[in-house]
């Protein structure tokens, strides 16, 4: 269909190139063809359409086969218009000029024509024709139509030209139709059971070979097990025989490991006898010297002690010897504070004073020091 648009008070149609268009004019035809474009009065314009693509048109009618059997025959028509004018003029292509919208329905009157003219050669075909032939041979069918449609005069008179004529099945009523099966389907069965026979046969067969094999299984694994018996007493004898070996190979080996830990002990408690006294002589040599020379030490200590304050006494007298006498005097007062004892207060009378006096001078008039009197 045409897409019409709406300005104001005019209208602009756009066809398609599948369609073919007519504008008509206070009775004249102004445009037509496929593919138009172009404005127009709705009010004084008259539009005609006509689409020019090829159409399917799918029949399925029933027929009666030449031994009375009803059959049903699916085909399929290919047309088009091939002369668009002429289909305009004959049939009601006509569309609103407000909205495009088809007036009427055209195709439909020439699906009609098709239906009836297909029919009526196939249907004088099948009625001189048995069933078998009817539904074995369809190209006979097809080639009829084919004709009768080719030569229609009827379909010329409109414009309609019919590009094929298909017959895609002609099939009979249900129960004719499983009737014809029965045979076929019966074959196959024969087939199917000879199968399963054939199938049962040879599984009786392979049931047959499974029990021989099964008795020489056992017959074989009763002879494994008669060898495995034999070979489970020579195993236990040998396992007897190697494990008395083995226990009197233990036992040599104990005896000797005994013999070799007694003599090894032996000899280490020699050993540790000899090191014992070796360790207690050259300790009892080691302090015999220890104290040997810790003596030689000493001696020579206290020797050397003996000569130093021999030489310090020496030295301190051949000092004394050297200084004056006041000095002398003053070493003898300190000799003497060191040997008293602690004084915690003293008190000095005239007595006491000249008591001292007296006692330093002496009853010579010399002047007693720590080293014996000196001359004054």
């Not at 020439?110 to 369809?138: I, K, N, Y």
């Not at 049931?207 to 008795?215: D, P, S, V």
């Not at 004073?353 to 008039?365: N, S």
């Amino acid at each position: 269909m045409a897409d019409v648009t709406r300005r104001l008070f005019l209208r602009h149609l756009r066809g398609t190139p599948t369609n073919w268009v007519r504008l008509h004019v206070a009775g004249r035809v102004r445009r037509e063809g496929t593919g138009q474009s172009f404005w127009y009065r709705p009010l004084t314009a008259v539009l005609s359409e006509v689409p020019v693509d090829d159409r399917e048109l799918p029949l399925l009618f029933h027929a009666r086969t030449g031994d009375f059997a009803d059959i049903t025959v699916q085909a399929t028509v290919t047309y088009r218009v091939a002369d668009p004018a002429l289909a305009a003029a004959r049939l009601d292509f006509s569309v609103d000029p407000r909205t495009g919208r088809a007036r009427s329905r055209p195709l439909d009157q020439v699906a009609t024509l098709l239906a009836e003219l297909a029919q009526q050669p196939a249907l004088d075909l099948l009625a001189r024709v048995p069933l078998a032939e009817a539904l074995t041979t369809m190209a006979p069918v097809r080639e009829a139509v084919s004709a009768a449609l080719g030569t229609e005069p009827r379909l010329a008179d409109i414009g309609v030209a019919v590009v094929s004529a298909r017959v895609v099945a002609v099939r009979p009523e249900p129960e004719l139709e499983r009737a014809l099966q029965t045979p076929t389907r019966e074959a196959v069965q024969v087939e199917a059971d000879r199968a399963t026979y054939a199938r049962r046969a040879q599984a009786v067969e392979q049931e047959r070979g499974i029990a021989e094999n099964e008795l020489q299984n056992k017959i074989e694994l009763a002879r494994r097990e008669q060898q495995l018996v034999e070979q489970h007493g020579a195993n236990a004898r040998r396992r007897a025989e190697l494990d008395a070996a083995a226990e009197l190979a233990g036992a040599h080996g104990k005896a000797e490991r005994e013999q070799v830990a007694n003599t090894a002990a032996a000899e280490r408690a020699r050993v540790l006898a000899t090191a014992e006294a070796e360790k207690e002589r050259l300790l009892a040599a080691g302090a015999a010297d220890k104290e040997r020379t810790l003596a030689l030490a000493k001696a020579e200590t206290v020797r050397a002690v003996g000569a130093a304050e021999a030489e310090a006494e020496a030295a301190k007298l051949a000092t004394y010897a050297e200084l004056p006498p006041a000095v002398l005097q003053a070493l003898t007062v300190r000799e003497l504070a060191g040997q008293l004892p602690p004084i915690g207060q003293l008190t000095v009378t005239p007595d006491l004073l000249a008591d001292l006096l007296g006692r330093l001078t002496g009853p010579t008039g010399t002047l007693t020091g720590p080293t014996g009197a000196v001359d004054r």
